[in-house]
């Protein structure tokens, strides 16, 4: 493995050995993306305990969720108690300022006082670069999350995979370069999700109709056009890309 990837590897099992739990194992915590196939294969090679869980949002790719099923039996599955559009009725549709459905079917299912395990990298934005380290102490919740590629580079969590013939999703080679919630705020892609999965699509801009219905936002005259201003992150409908983003992918 040092011929490819220097000590990293080595680096990552020797971190995971050195936190691993005394009273049990990690709460290993699985999306089924490129950098939790990496992570689970390097807790196998270092031979640490750990229990891998996939927290069910309900709006993730159907190819996704097969593939976890497939690849990764061993994975427990933790379902929300209420599906992802059921819930946004009441708490209104997520934006990148109020995403409240990471906390509901992200963080709330890890227990108080668990050590995880993550596949989180500092390459992947500013903002996690900033937010996260090879270890990240929660003081409200005493937990404690475990990064073993967080200063890994996209280039490198591919050869792994390559080097090792490890599966992953197919998605990859349809061109998303990053996998999760379709329609997610966080989402630069959303256009192409939604051109991928319409039936998804049809769901949010149901979703937006509902929420116009039951109480209509300032400004607007249409669930299709809170959908559409969402869509670009616009707060308002005044600008002309939200009249016609529709037409720009249907």
Known sequence: MKDLFGDKVE?????????QP???PYY????GGKDSCVIKEIARLGEINVVWHYNVTTIDPPELCRFIKKHHPDV??????????????TNGYPTFQHRWCCKIYKESSTPRGSVMIFGVRAAE????AKAWKEVTAHTKTQQ????PIVNWEDYEVWQFIKSRNLPYCSLYDEGFS??????????????????RWPHIE??????FDYLYAKKERKGFTSGKEMFNCWLLNKPTPKDEECQGILDMYS
């Open 28 to 31: 290993g915590c699985f999306s």
């Open 144 to 147: 404690y999350v475990v990064s």
């Open 11 to 19: 680096r990552a099992i020797e971190l995971l050995r050195t936190y």
């Open 202 to 207: 049809r769901a949010w801009m149901g979703l």
């Open 76 to 89: 427990i599955w933790v379902k929300p108690k209420v599906p992802f559009f059921e819930a946004a009725k």
């Open 178 to 195: 990053r996998l999760g919630c379709v329609g997610c705020p966080m989402a630069s892609n959303k256009i192409q999700q939604f051109k």
């Open 125 to 128: 934005s500013k903002r996690r």
């Open 22 to 24: 005394k009273d049990g």
